[in-house]
Each structure stands twice: as structure tokens, then as C-alpha cells.
């Protein structure tokens, strides 16, 4: 039996023969190792490197700490973790430190040679900035209303109550249904989540407006409009009845209106039809800059420069670390609200077709189309969604951080959904200095970590953190042994590099004791710090996990299949038994396996030499076409370009 064709659940299987030539994708952040190693540097493996481990192999952690710290006690703290085998501290969650906390942490950091994150604070809140601002970032809600044919609607256009789901304060229900978030919530809430967010210090505002983007009448396919489920809509049946909006103001955002009024009549015919009428406005989700607009931008970076002093920033300078986003959509790490200021536009010149009478297909739980285009909508707003976030705040952002001599960390993987896709996971991993994935939600699944492993895989980045070994409700409960277990399943996955959750503060003001802890004493993650018995060990263990960092470090990373795969939406692994490669057989026969997207595929090294595919990086075997990935809720997740499908073809006449 070949090793190339092995029996699998797959509908095509491409030995690699011939060679072809692929173009250079902008959208990465470097495609060669050579310029990874620049700023994520290798260490050269050799008996004592591996005895001792340097401090760029070292584990880093985590730190919670209360407004009230103080700089004494940040201080020690820095040395412990440095004492026991920590060489790097993320701040921002729980408290983002003042100026006095933030330079004597810096300072001591960069005297024991630890490297330094920030997080939250600035880096996500311009002080007071408004969830109103015309900037901020928004998303689409729906207001809709049923007519009979010859009916005549009269009257103030149907109010911003439907949501789409997602994790940007949005649950798909109506709101005061009781759904997560803010759609449970009174008309116009906003909700963060209980983790994260803000630092971990609250909900988020709630928008005083919304602002009107389109109003659109279609028919019903089925006579009454079902009250429950989707209603299915003839898409061609669309009007636009958004030019004969009266009673409008300039109160919405740029001057749109935040009011107005329309006077209808539904067609007669067909007589006995229903329709539906539909108003589609934006409002604001968090108080922060859009991420999918240079003005976003532009206010990000106000806040940083404006928000941190002249001294924190030598001190930056000098330590060298990164800029970091948590995966929560909160957090900035995978944003995933529908709307920003120029959506349509952006949609329209990369997609070269309207969006604005396509709109009911962004709200799938509410609305579909008869001939079903609704996926391949939705397909388009969520590629085009994320190749305006690298473009407008990723790409200008890792920039802007050399101006500090730091680099930019992102959890790229989002809070695993089964129902809101995020930017493609294997585009973002490549475009971000750092990619990080996080254990809480994938349940130590192999198959959840590698999609961000296969980029760094095609791409020669050496880095790749996760955020370990967070559990619920187990907060003192883990040991050592418990985050090295974790830790093997976490290597076999690609990642190269933990990041401990959490180091809790020695104390706040309502925490004496056993340390600060801003998601409760025995609730979230764990408390990695000297109040734990085990602690005495750190040192050890500490030094064990860096070995296996550096040896992970070292070269390419050989894989025998790339499975192709473009995919917008990563249920979490607990609950779902979630896989992007479901069929075990390949992993039982012995065969490892990256996963590749457009991006991947049109890389310089994307070209196939001595049967191999980038034979100077993973040097694949195989290329896998699978289209029986899941799951079910979005059916286009293994949709191709056409470009990408011309590629794999060239290799096509060397199957034989």
C-alpha cells in the first residue's frame, strides 16, 4: 500500500508529482524562516543549551494583579517568576497597571531579563471613548415586520431587535428572549461575557443609537411566514425601499439617521402571499476603535502613544517584548461583528457584488434564501471580514510595534463556536507575529491546534504560545504534573511555547489570601505562584517544558498530508467532539497532517519538487481534497476558489 493512499474518508486524494509555480501571498506576516528568526529567535540546540535552557525557551505566565498593587511587591514578584524559571509576564487582565506599577514592572523586568506583554488598558479602551463614537465598533440588527399581498404598512420603520449570533454581545434571539449576552438583556444591550472582556472588571456600555443602513421588502416562499426558524425569502423579489425612508435625522452615525418612517404597499400579486419587511441598522458592540477601519485604526494607536508615558515607552524599548489580544471578541483577538462604516463598499469591490440587498443572509438563524445563495453570502462576508482586519489593523499594527521594539501576540482562534465563524484560522495565524491558541475550550484535542500549526509549518515561524492550562472551576486544584500532561498533548499539536494561566497577585483589597484572583478564589484556571505547595518545583518543571520548546524549535516540520481546508467557523472540541479532520484512520496508521488554505497554497514555497510539496518546509506527500468536513451549520465551509482549484488541478496529471 502506498503511503500516499492510504484508505481514508476522503473524496480525492492528489499524490504530488509535478511542479508548479504559485505567487507570493502579501496577506502573511514573513514567508521564510530566516525572518521569523529575526524576532522570534532559535536557540541553536547543543547539550548544554538543552541542560540549562535560556530564557528564550523558558515558559512565561499570566500575571493578575488589583489597581491597587503595589510597586514593591510587582517587583518581587517579577523576581520569583524569574527565580523559578519564568522569563516572560503578560499584564492587563484584572487591573491594567498605572504609571507608577507599569515602570516599576518594566524595570524589574528588565533587570532579571523577563520580557514584558501588555494587554487591555490602552492597548484595547481609549480613555472614554464611546460605544457611540462614530468609529466604534458596530454591528448589523434587524427589525422586520409581515405584510399580506395589497397590504399597506404605515409607520415608524420595525425597531433594531433581531440579532445574528455571535460573541460581540449578540445571541441570535430577540432581545428579552433570554439568550447569552447582551440579547437577553433590555433593548440595546451589549454583553461582554463572564471571562475576560474588559480586563475581567464588568460589562461593557451599553449604545444610546443605532444607525439605519438599509430597509428591504421580499417575499415569502411559503404562505404564512414561518413565526419560528428561518424565513425563507425569494431573493429576487427584493425592494429596496431604503430611497423612500421619511422623517429621517442626522443623528446616526456620519450624519446617517438614527429615525424614520415608510409607507408600503406589498404587492397583490401573488394574491395570498406574505412578505416581509425589513430594516437593517448598525449600532455599537464594545467601547473600542473599529478593527476594520483605518479611523479604528487611527484612534487604537491615539490611545496607546496617548495612554502610556514617555518612560514606559524607553523602558518598552528596552525590554522587548509584545503586544497581546486575547481570542474573545472583546478582547480584540477575533472580532466578529458584521458591520463596519464601509462594509458595503469593502464587500462590493472584493466580492464584485452588492451586499446591501444580500443582508438577510448574515442572519441565518432569522432569515434564508430560496435558491440558495445565503451560504455563499455569508461565505464572502466572513472572507472579506477578515482580509480587512489584517489589512487595516493586524498589518499597520505589527508596524507600529517596532516603533517600541516589540511584536504582536494574538489569539487568533477565537472562543470556540458552533454557530459564529471568525477569520479563517490558518490566514490569521500567518499574519500575526505570534500566533497563540488557548486549551480551555479544545480539551487538549491534537486536531484543534493544528490549523495555526500548519501556517507556522508553511511559513517557518518558530512561535506558537498557547494560553495553558486554563479549567473551570479548578482555580488551586492543578499541579505540575496536570500542566505537563497537558502540555504533551499541546506539543503533539505544534505549539512551541506555554503560557501559564494565571499568576495571581500576592493579594487585593476583598483577597488576603491565598492571592487576587479577578475571576474568584477557586473559579477559572488556575493560580500558578508560592502559595501552592508544588511551587517549589517550579524550577524543575519549568526547565523540563523548555527543553521540549527548544527541541520543537529546531527545523522544519516534517508532515507527511496537507488536507485542504478553508474554514470560517471552529466549534469548541468539549461538548461537540469537534475535529477539522474527522475520519482517525490517518492518525492510526501512523500519518501526521497539516491543514491548508488559499493562502498556504499560494506562498513562494507552495511548489512541489521531488514529489514533495514545499519540499524546503513540511515536504507533503499528499494534498487532500475532503468535502465531508463539519460541521452542518455552514455548508461552504470547504468552499474553493476557483484560482485555488486551477493550482491544485496543475498537479492533477501526475496521479497515476
Not at 545 to 558: E, S
Amino acid at each position: 500500500m502506498k503511503r500516499s493512499l492510504i484508505p481514508i474518508a476522503v473524496s480525492t486524494v492528489l499524490v504530488l508529482l509535478a511542479a508548479a509555480a504559485l505567487g507570493q501571498n502579501s496577506k502573511v506576516a514573513a514567508t521564510a524562516r530566516s525572518e521569523w528568526i529575526r524576532f522570534n529567535p532559535v536557540t541553536k540546540l547543543t547539550a548544554a543549551s538543552f541542560a540549562q535552557p535560556p530564557a528564550a525557551d523558558l515558559p512565561w505566565v499570566r500575571l493578575n494583579m488589583p489597581a491597587t498593587a503595589d510597586p514593591a511587591e510587582i517587583r518581587a514578584e517579577i523576581q520569583d517568576m524569574h527565580d523559578e524559571g519564568i522569563a516572560g509576564v503578560e499584564i492587563g487582565q484584572g487591573a491594567f497597571p498605572n504609571n507608577e506599577q507599569l515602570v516599576a514592572l518594566l524595570t524589574a523586568a528588565n533587570h532579571a531579563g523577563t520580557k514584558v506583554s501588555l494587554s487591555h488598558g490602552p492597548t484595547q479602551y481609549p480613555a472614554g471613548y464611546s460605544i457611540d463614537d462614530d468609529h466604534a465598533r458596530k454591528t448589523l440588527v434587524v427589525g422586520k415586520v409581515e405584510l399580506n399581498a395589497g397590504a399597506t404598512f404605515d409607520g415608524h420603520l420595525p425597531p433594531p431587535t433581531l440579532t445574528a449570533g455571535g460573541r460581540s454581545g449578540f445571541g441570535g434571539l430577540p432581545e428579552g428572549a433570554g439568550a447569552r449576552g447582551a440579547a437577553g438583556g433590555p433593548a440595546g444591550a451589549v454583553g461582554v461575557g463572564g471571562r475576560g472582556g474588559q480586563g475581567g472588571r464588568g460589562a461593557a456600555p451599553r449604545p444610546s443609537r443605532a444607525t439605519l443602513i438599509a430597509v428591504l421588502a421580499y417575499r415569502c416562499t411559503r404562505t404564512p411566514c414561518p413565526a419560528a426558524g428561518p424565513a425563507e425569502l425569494d431573493r429576487s423579489s427584493v425592494v429596496d425601499l431604503t430611497p423612500a425612508v421619511t422623517g429621517k435625522n442626522t443623528a446616526g452615525v456620519l450624519g446617517g439617521t438614527s429615525a424614520g418612517d415608510i409607507r408600503w404597499t406589498a404587492p397583490s400579486s401573488p394574491a395570498g402571499a406574505q412578505w416581509q419587511l425589513i430594516a437593517f441598522w448598525a449600532r455599537g458592540v464594545f467601547a473600542q476603535p473599529d478593527p476594520f477601519s483605518e479611523e479604528g485604526y487611527t484612534q487604537l494607536i491615539n490611545s496607546m502613544e496617548g495612554g502610556l508615558s514617555a518612560e514606559v515607552k524607553e523602558l518598552m524599548k528596552a525590554n522587548g517584548g509584545d503586544i497581546f489580544y486575547d481570542s474573545h471578541s472583546s478582547d480584540r483577538g477575533c472580532p466578529d461583528e458584521l458591520w463596519t462604516n464601509r462594509m458595503a463598499e469593502e464587500f462590493s469591490n472584493r466580492s464584485h457584488y452588492s451586499l446591501i440587498p444580500n443582508l438577510p443572509a448574515l442572519f441565518q438563524d432569522i432569515f434564508s434564501f430560496s435558491d440558495g445563495s445565503a451560504p455563499r453570502v455569508r461565505n464572502d462576508l466572513y472572507a472579506v471580514r477578515g482580509d480587512i482586519w489584517i489589512e487595516k489593523q493586524i498589518a499597520p499594527l505589527r508596524a507600529w510595534v517596532r516603533k517600541y521594539n516589540n511584536l504582536l501576540r494574538v489569539q487568533v482562534e477565537g472562543e470556540a463556536s458552533l454557530t459564529t465563524p471568525i477569520t479563517d484560522m490558518v490566514l490569521a495565524a500567518a499574519a500575526v507575529d505570534r500566533p497563540e491558541h488557548e486549551s480551555l475550550f479544545v480539551g487538549d484535542e491534537v486536531d484543534n491546534y493544528l490549523p495555526m500549526a500548519s501556517a507556522n509549518h508553511m511559513t517557518g515561524n518558530s512561535w506558537y504560545s498557547t494560553e495553558c492550562c486554563a479549567a473551570l472551576g479548578q482555580s488551586y486544584a492543578q499541579t505540575f504534573q496536570d500542566a505537563t500532561i497537558r502540555m504533551h498533548r499541546s506539543f503533539a499539536g505544534g505549539i512551541t511555547k506555554l503560557v501559564y494561566h494565571v499568576y495571581p497577585y500576592r493579594d487585593g483589597a476583598t483577597w488576603k489570601w491565598p492571592g487576587y484572583h479577578n475571576f474568584g478564589q477557586a473559579g477559572f484556571s488556575n493560580a500558578w505562584g508560592p502559595r501552592e505547595p508544588y511551587w517549589a518545583d517550579a524550577r524543575v518543571y519549568n526547565d523540563y517544558l523548555a527543553g521540549n520548546q527548544q527541541v520543537l524549535t529546531q527545523g522544519d516540520a516534517k508532515t507527511d498530508v496537507a488536507v485542504y481546508m478553508q474554514n470560517y467557523l471552529y466549534p469548541p472540541s468539549q461538548g461537540f467532539k469537534y475535529r477539522a479532520w474527522g475520519d482517525t484512520k490517518l492518525q492510526e496508521a501512523g500519518y501526521t497532517r497539516d491543514y491548508l488554505n488559499p493562502t498556504m497554497l499560494d506562498l513562494p514555497n507552495a511548489t512541489v519538487t521531488g514529489n514533495r510539496l514545499a519540499v524546503n518546509g513540511p515536504a507533503y506527500k499528499a494534498l487532500i481534497i475532503d468535502s465531508e468536513q463539519g460541521p452542518p451549520t455552514d455548508p461552504v465551509k470547504t468552499s474553493m476558489p476557483v484560482e485555488v482549484a486551477r493550482k491544485i488541478l496543475g498537479y492533477a496529471p501526475a496521479c497515476r
